[in-house]
């Protein structure tokens, strides 16, 4: 049975990638954290049968992978939402007007902080801090893209160019901001 | 003033590897194999008083030298990249603007310490600093500067880049052990202290990613040279990290020991909008907060903790007189409520109940006998827990009151509310649960 629901989960592609990341460490496990954004990446998000495919891999208890995908806040273990705003609201952003940033977005989006749009879309976080507290108050993109300096007209910006889909990776010049 | 580390810290771009040579990069890891052996490298470390710059501030050569070299196990080396503390953001500036320079001072500390392995422990959400470091490691493989006979040296050093996946406490040291071996990061107890036991069962060497890249500079031009740029016992400088309502905020590369005020007013710009300054943050979200008149102080680990605060992570938040410091604590208490991993009772309960009394303050709903409330609950949570991450939570929890008291009276009394609290934000804790502690449950 875990052999079916192995080769079933670690598909050749996602197999032989998976091998080379067990292979950098002294034990199986501890390769854990970057074989789960690896089929996160691949997946969508972290079902229980892949965790359980996961741990007969690993040769873990499930319970052990559980508690890893429950432990760490980068893995999802429901389906996510295509646009993603992750607004930090620690010291620095807060003192630089993260609350209006995220009152914004819930406005505009029509979500509370932590929800998702029906039409599976837009999601909207409150986090802490990314360490990018030069540039506050910030969002993370789609867990990639650092933006930071906001304001609401920033963030309408930000809004329209995610719509047509641009898929603009993180500019250095945006985060070197001294 | 010279710049160290923050000289590379130009354009969007990384220094790639030809740029970095060019520059004179990697000549300190050719020298160290025939100028030093181990131990006379660890002597040399000693001399700089380099401190370690991820929070603690231990003497890096003294941390080294507790290392034992005769077990029969591999000793390993681990960069700690987490960063983690809140108003730290310098070790991303690094992986991103030169990561060569941390690739070299690995080597040393590698070579110091007899270690062929070293781990790279990279927080979860520096997404384009993983990659540029990554890109980096890949570029001084093909070069020869790792893998088997580094630069030609009968001496092997394999890199292995680690990404973490969000979580404040993978980077307290053990906590970054256990994540690395593949668990959740509940920190261990200590001793045994890493060096002797430390990643799966071997003498671990952890440094911060700002530590070891200073150490190109000391082999380059000397340790008494680096140790006379700081203070007593404070060698060298450090990447000062300054936000909050200051005109220029950014990375700062200054001498340990730098006066506080001269740091707000001539480096960062002074506070926005010329307003009055009304408190600061020295070292880092755990660092115990000044009040304005407490600016006149060298920035260093002992000038700092004899004033009953710390250098930490060398993050700095100014906060000007239009703060609420009763916000401001409920902001840094809800910080702590969501990263304490529930290990220990008195922090996963401590920081869950301090973040539930301070949102009834914010949320208008305080009670007179709340500010009491509050320094009894801070009274259990320093020193009785496995790792440092309550001291650092009580550390605000202490200072805020202690220093700014009669605004959290008038503010319970006049029944004030914050926008960060008001109905449709959330409801207190509603999603702090990775430790599960009281915060969960309301
Ligand atoms: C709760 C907590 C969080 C920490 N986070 C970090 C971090 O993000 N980065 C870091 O370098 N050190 C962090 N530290 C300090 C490490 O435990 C350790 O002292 C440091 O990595 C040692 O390296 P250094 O001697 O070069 O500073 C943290 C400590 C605690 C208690
Ligand atoms: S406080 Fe928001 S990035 Fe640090």
Same mark, same amino acid.
């Given at each position: ?11 050749? %592609? ?12 002294? =034990?199986?496990?501890?390769?854990? #954290? %970057?074989?789960?954004? #690896? ?6 998000? #972290? =079902?229980?049968?892949? %965790?359980?495919?996961?741990? &007969? ?23 996510? &939402? ?7 609201? =620690?010291?620095?952003?807060? #003192? ?37 507290? %030069?540039? &506050? ?42 | $003033? ?6 590379? /810290? ?22 160290? /194999? ?54 730290? /953001? ?38 384009? !600093? ?8 890949? @570029?001084?493989?093909? *070069? ?49 202290? !890493? ?34 740029? +700081? ?12 936000? +909050?309502?200051?005109?220029? !905020? ?21 506070? *926005? ?26 920035? @260093? ?61 914010? +949320? ?16 259990? $949570?320093? +020193? ?6 309550? @001291? ?5 929890? *202490? ?5 700014? *008291?009669?605004? /959290? ?34």
């Amino acid at each position: 049975m875990n052999q079916e629901l192995i080769s079933k989960i670690f598909v050749p %592609e996602i197999k032989k990638k998976t091998d080379a990341l067990v292979a950098r460490y002294e =034990t199986r496990r501890a390769s854990i #954290l %970057e074989v789960l954004r #690896l089929l996160m990446d691949y997946y969508g998000h #972290l =079902t229980l049968e892949i %965790e359980e495919a996961v741990a &007969a891999y690993l040769g873990i208890p499930p319970i052990d992978v559980r508690e890893v995908v429950t432990f760490y806040t980068l893995f999802y273990t429901a389906p996510k &939402a295509k646009k993603r705003f992750n607004v930090c609201r =620690t010291l620095s952003c807060h #003192l630089m007007g993260s609350d209006k940033m995220i009152r914004y977005l819930e406005n505009k989006l029509g979500i509370k902080t932590g929800e998702m749009t029906p039409d599976g879309e837009w999601s909207l976080h409150a986090v802490e801090c990314l360490g990018a507290c %030069e540039i &506050a108050p910030m969002l993370q993109f789609n867990d990639d893209r650092f933006c930071g300096h906001l304001t609401e007209k920033k963030l309408d910006e930000l809004i329209e160019s995610a719509k047509k889909g641009e898929q603009k990776t993180s500019s250095g010049k945006k985060q070197a901001a001294v | $003033m010279e710049k160290l580390i923050s000289k590379y /810290f130009v354009g969007g771009e990384s220094f790639g590897l030809d740029a970095y040579e060019k520059d004179g990069g990697y000549g300190a890891a050719r020298l160290i /194999f025939d100028k030093f052996d181990a131990k006379g490298l660890i002597e040399e470390v000693k001399k700089s008083n380099l401190r370690g710059l991820g929070g603690a501030g231990f003497p890096t050569g003294m941390k080294w030298s507790f290392v034992p070299q005769n077990t029969g196990k591999p000793v390993y080396l681990v960069v700690n990249a987490d960063e983690g503390e809140p108003g730290t /953001f310098k070790d991303k500036y690094i992986l991103w603007h030169v990561p060569h320079l941390l690739i070299e001072g690995m080597i040393i500390a590698a070579y110091a310490n007899n270690v062929h392995k070293a781990y790279v422990y990279i927080r979860g959400e520096y997404t384009e !600093p993983y990659r540029k470091f990554q890109q980096a490691v890949d @570029d001084a493989y093909a *070069r020869g500067y790792l893998g088997k006979n580094i630069f030609g040296k009968k001496y092997d050093l394999e890199i292995v880049v680690h990404r973490g996946a969000g979580a404040y406490i993978c980077g307290e040291e053990t906590g970054l052990l256990e994540s690395l071996e593949g668990k959740k990061g509940f920190p261990r107890l200590k001793p045994p202290f !890493p060096a002797v036991v430390g990643l799966f069962g071997c003498p671990t060497v952890i440094n911060n990613v700002e530590t070891l890249s200073y150490l190109p500079f000391i082999i380059n031009r000397g340790a008494e040279w680096f140790a006379k740029l +700081g203070s007593e016992k404070n060698g060298g400088m450090r990447l000062f990290c300054v936000s +909050g309502h200051v005109k220029k !905020p950014g990375v700062y590369e200054l001498p340990l020991g730098i006066s506080l005020r001269k740091m707000i007013y001539e480096i960062a710009g002074g506070i *926005r909008e010329d307003r009055k300054l009304k408190a600061v943050v020295p070292g880092g979200l755990s660092a115990a907060i000044l009040s304005a008149g407490e600016i006149d102080i060298g920035m @260093d680990f002992d000038q700092l903790k004899a004033a009953g605060s710390m250098a930490g992570s060398g993050g700095v938040i100014v906060l000007d007189e239009t703060v609420s410091m009763v916000e401001a604590l409920m902001v840094t208490m809800r910080f702590y409520a969501h990263e304490s991993c529930g290990q220990c009772s008195p922090c996963r309960e401590g920081t869950g109940w301090v973040y539930k009394i301070l949102s009834r303050i914010t +949320g208008g709903h305080g009670r007179s006998e709340d500010i009491h409330n509050l320094a009894d609950i801070c009274s259990f $949570m320093g +020193g009785t827990t496995i790792c440092a991450l309550a @001291d650092g939570a009580a550390m605000p929890l *202490r200072s805020y009151p202690q220093k700014f *008291r009669s605004e /959290f009276e008038a503010y319970i009394r006049e029944k004030r509310s914050s926008e960060a609290q008001q109905p449709g934000y959330e409801s207190a804790g509603s999603e702090i649960k990775r430790g599960e502690g009281v915060g969960a449950i309301l």
